[in-house]
């Protein structure tokens, strides 16, 4: 089975600094997901990436098949950015899914 | 808005007492999930369907059974709750199985089993 490991677990930061959210993985995959989920609501897919970055408004997500690596990152962040962002892998499972443990993401005013 | 929408949102059972928590999409998606999500720990899958009439088991399916009533509904029940299901439940659907297709959520169902 994939390992998926996400760095930090847990960051605190103040508005407007640019935050990185790191995934790392131990078997090739052919596609990652991030997730974000507010404190008590529910789960939105960020972005599926297979190769390269793919960018959103204030994030951006990096993928580097090689390096078994996917980083998220959120430029000028705001307290509404506050939420846990979840790495998801192909490969593993019923459903061809591994999911992350999350990073829990505090953003300060 | 189109998206999978679940019920009810939060729920109390007693030991021993049945429910069944409702999902429903209206992407016309042919695979839908459920998960429960656990402090510390990733979102596990319960059960999933990957078409309409087939079920198959998750990664922790024991105390679970489930229901795809259409292609639009996949319900999921528990017969005899126990404190251990304590959880928040998850439904998602996507239009085909597979890690590259975009997966949708649902608000989640925080259920509390006493």
């Known amino acids: 089975k994939n390992e998926v490991e996400q760095s930090p677990q847990n960051l605190t930061a103040q508005e407007g600094e640019f935050i990185t959210i790191n995934c790392s993985y131990s078997v090739g995959i052919s596609a990652l997901h991030w997730l974000q989920q507010h404190p008590g609501g529910g789960i939105v897919s960020l972005f599926m990436l297979s190769s390269g970055k793919k960018k959103h408004g204030r994030l951006i997500a990096t993928i580097n098949i090689q390096e078994k690596h996917s980083s998220l990152h959120i430029t000028a962040s705001h307290p509404r950015d506050s939420a846990v962002y979840i790495c998801?892998?192909?490969?593993?499972?019923?459903?061809?899914?591994?999911f992350g443990k999350g990073t829990h993401l505090i953003i300060q005013p | 808005n189109a998206g999978v929408t679940q019920t009810p949102k939060f729920q109390v059972l007693k030991t021993g007492q049945s429910m069944t928590l409702q999902c429903a999409q209206d992407?016309?998606?042919?695979?839908m999930y459920w998960y429960r999500q656990d402090p510390g720990m990733g979102l596990r899958l319960i059960y999933y369907?990957?078409?309409?009439?087939?079920?198959d088991k998750g990664e922790v399916p024991n105390g679970y059974n489930v229901s795809r009533l259409n292609k639009r509904e996949f319900s999921l029940r528990l017969e005899s709750a126990a404190p251990s299901q304590t959880s928040v439940y998850f439904c998602a659907s996507s239009e085909v199985m597979g890690a590259n297709y975009g997966y949708t959520f649902g608000s989640g169902t925080r259920l509390t089993v006493v």
């Open positions: 998801v892998l192909s490969g593993g499972g019923a459903d061809g899914l591994t």
């Open positions: 992407m016309n998606h042919n695979s």
């Open positions: 369907s990957a078409s309409e009439g087939t079920t």
